[in-house]
């Protein structure tokens, strides 16, 4: 008899099997160690906490971008619509702000509103009238970017005291100083690792990713499921948006072009599967870094902006062929 069909056998086998999902994740952090180290050995200060703390503050806002888009692709999905969401919330803050007076107390949370309903919207017209998520978001891509031209064509400064001070103030810690928007950025990853992970809304993620027709036979609410995902990917684009907003101190309608595929590699190269039911949101987190750790050696380099590019395609490639190995072995 095989050792593989006795039942120890067939334990292992499972525990294996099990270990692979953790594969990816494993291997983007070893990526991301590598990179450190090299990039430490090579370059002055390069090691010094002061760096990785830059590079939280300067991709906060693509990392609530990309937990949204954790959200959708775990479940099977996909969102081309966040970064013409992204700039939409911009345009809004500034426009509403700036031109029309309004307080900034009042206009966040609309903007967040405007964002969690656009998410939802999508979502129904993809799950009631059976619409393909890469048809239904390229739709919501182009509203959002035409609707970001109606505003203005032109960047709107914002010089309300909150957005200024805001951008202005550093939390301490100990003899560093870390931006707000890290903050913020560091609670919505906390709180979606929360929700995925200890709720039922979670498991039902993972359910619908691993196998839609599975999940609707065991009663999972699948529609209420699917709208909360493109609710909470809108949510956090607009979110994101907001943040980008304090960033950069204004609204300006060409924003976040092309960001939607920063977030989609993020998450690939943080070890989500793009055909759903794997993936951890702290691996997103390291797909980022290793995104913004990439950009900050290109800069200690001296090199043009568009070697990032490079350097990520080549790492997306090295990660679907990763999982396309792991897909084979499960089968």
């Known amino acids: 008899m095989s050792t593989l069909t006795t039942p120890t056998g067939t334990r292992l086998a499972r525990v294996f099997t099990g270990r692979q999902r953790y594969v990816p994740i ?3 952090a070893g990526v991301l160690l590598l990179m450190w180290i090299g990039g430490s050995l090579t370059y002055d200060n390069f090691a010094d906490l002061q760096v990785l703390l830059n590079v939280f503050k300067d991709n906060a806002f693509l990392l ?8 959708v692709i775990l479940s099977g999905g996909i969102d081309l619509s966040v970064g013409s969401m992204l700039a939409l919330s911009t345009m809004l803050c500034a426009w509403l702000i700036t031109e029309e007076g309004w307080s900034p107390g ?6 967040l509103v405007v964002g969690a309903v656009s998410g939802s919207a999508m979502g129904a017209i993809i799950h009631f009238f ?6 239904a978001t390229l739709a919501g891509m182009f509203l959002a970017r035409g609707l970001c031209y109606v505003i203005s064509t032109d960047s709107i400064r914002i010089s309300h005291p909150f957005f200024t ?9 100990g003899d560093y100083r870390i931006d707000p928007s890290v903050v913020t950025s560091l609670i919505v990853v906390a709180l979606a690792f929360v929700v995925l992970h200890y709720t039922r809304f979670g498991r039902n993620v993972y359910a ?3 196998n839609e027709q599975s999940a609707l036979l065991m009663g999972l609410p699948v529609a209420l499921t699917k709208v909360g995902v493109y609710a909470v990917s809108g949510l956090c684009a607009t979110g994101a948006g907001v943040l980008y907003t304090f960033y950069t101190g204004a609204g300006y309608s060409n924003t976040g072009i092309g960001m939607e595929l920063d977030a989609i590699a993020a998450v690939v190269i943080g070890g989500t599967l793009l055909t759903g039911g794997s993936g951890f949101v702290l691996g997103t987190v390291l797909g980022v870094l290793v995104f913004g750790v990439i950009q900050t050696i290109i800069q200690f380099e001296g090199l043009l902006s568009w070697w ?4 990520v395609g080549a790492l997306l490639l090295l990660f679907i062929v990763l999982q396309r190995v792991i897909g084979a ?3």
């Open 165 to 173: 001070d805001t951008a202005n103030t550093m939390v301490p810690l």
């Open 64 to 71: 609530v971008l990309a937990v949204g888009m954790t959200f």
């Open 329 to 331: 072995r499960k089968t």
């Open 130 to 135: 059976e619409v393909p998520p890469f048809i």
């Open 26 to 28: 494993l291997a983007t």
């Open 308 to 311: 990032t590019r490079i350097a």
């Open 106 to 111: 009042a206009v966040i949370p609309l903007v």
């Open 208 to 210: 619908i990713g691993g």
